[in-house]
């Protein structure tokens, strides 16, 4: 902890953001989108940048799409995104067999969806499991012996809609008996935007049931772990601390940005207020450039942290606190959302806990 205090977004600080950073990285799930719903403003928002001359650069742990399947789901949302501009963590999984040489005559075995087994296909590995997996069914009678391929030598574990008995059986005979087997998850979120109106468990649950039964942890490629920027940094050669990471999650996606030197913004419009989203950053951002009038309500839905390491909780909370004061904003009556923040182990590592009011 270095002491520096995170600061709500406002008109003068967003003009220092906007000068500041070349490149702005998103995360999707609950910052562009909430399931096939596109959040309110954010087209504006990313013309608007985009006019601006800033790189954009879309940064998910949704491991269910690949980078080429993420790119249809923008256009198809009216928003031109390029495939080179997505880095998700299904890329990111088959990036690191990549450069760490997995030998191309080992299989890999998926509990995931098509994104994983899409781009492990594209980097030229052989995958197995995945979706063609979802139906199948263990009986449990006696002489039962679960036979599994000895040539696995990766098991890469996902969000996973059909996630089973079967798989998890097979997942764990992999790790557990082929010598040198590696457990890749390509995520630990615990929940997730999956729909519009709520949350879903997030590939953690999945990976926290291959840990269960191999008494085993698993390298993760994606949020809050840097490995991902490596390609990032290949591609955009934008130094990190022109970057800022912008996200809806404290131990992902602001971890990431901080762990890897960027600056961060919290937006809250992952949770279940959708007037309090990146369409904010537009109306701050269009107040800067055209001295729009502004409500003042707006701009108190930010949290920017300069530093290079996450803020002291108790000031955020303090900051939550204040939003809460704040006109029409997060509003705690029965039934809403309303945010709190507590230590998770290590006093690094931080968890945005969603509890009702
Ligand atoms: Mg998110």
Redesign the pocket.
Known sequence: MNGEVSRLLSVENAKELLDSVDAFLF?????IWKGEKLIDGVPETLDLLRSHGKKLVFV???STKSRKQYAKKFHSLGIPVNEDEIFSSSFSAAMYLKVNDFPREKKVYVIGEEGILEELEQAGFTALGGPADGKKNIELKSNCLFEHDKSVGAVIVGLDQYINFYKLQYATLCIRENPGCLFIATNR?AV??LTDLQEWPGAGCMVAAVCGTTQKEPITVGKPLTFLMDFLLQKYKITTSRMCMV???LD??ILFGQNAGCRTLLVFS?LRMSSISLFILLKVLAHVQFCHPLHFWSIHTLAISKSSRICPLTKFQHEVSELRQGPGLLPTGKGNIRPEVKTEGKAEQFQLVHAKS
Do not use: I, K
């Open positions: 995360d999707c799930d609950g910052v998910t742990n949704n979120d997730g935007h996200g809806d999650r992902t996606d992952g």
